[in-house]
Nanobody, 127 residues
Framework: QVQLVESGGGLVQSGGSLRLSCAASGRTFSNYAMGWFRQAPGNEREFVAAISMTGGSAGYADSVKGRFTISRDSAKNAVYLQMNSLKPEDTAIYYC????????????????????WGLGTQVTVSS
């Protein structure tokens, strides 16, 4: 079992920044890839960013590329999402997720490939 708890969400003006954190517990953190997803009202959950087990590979949705950065700290059992140049369309609940089946250098953007999910943290960007 893996438990995931997100934090760091809030209200920010357009152009501002936020840093989301996801604390993991349970299985050995370095044994699974991690992802961030988001869901806005009326929309399906969508991929934001993912990082491999080793932290050596990462990928982003086109909509956030160049603005968001995913990172992980195995010493703290945590994964982060640094969000810069935020836009109103970034408003959503943000979820972190763990994928326990991926290889060491791989990650996935598919929601169905993730095994564990946090409860989410709200990010609201005002115009």
């Amino acid at each position: 079992q893996v438990q995931l708890v997100e934090s760091g969400g809030g209200l920010v003006q357009s152009g501002g920044s936020l840093r989301l954190s996801c604390a993991a517990s349970g299985r050995t953190f370095s044994n699974y890839a991690m992802g961030w997803f988001r869901q806005a009202p009326g929309n399906e959950r969508e991929f934001v960013a993912a990082i491999s087990m080793t932290g050596g590979s990462a990928g982003y949705a086109d909509s956030v590329k160049g603005r968001f950065t995913i990172s992980r700290d195995s010493a703290k059992n945590a994964v982060y999402l640094q969000m810069n140049s935020l836009k109103p369309e970034d408003t959503a609940i943000y979820y972190c997720a763990a994928d326990i089946r991926r290889g060491r250098y791989a990650y996935t953007s598919l929601t169905q490939d993730y095994d564990y999910w946090g409860l989410g943290t709200q990010v609201t960007v005002s115009s």
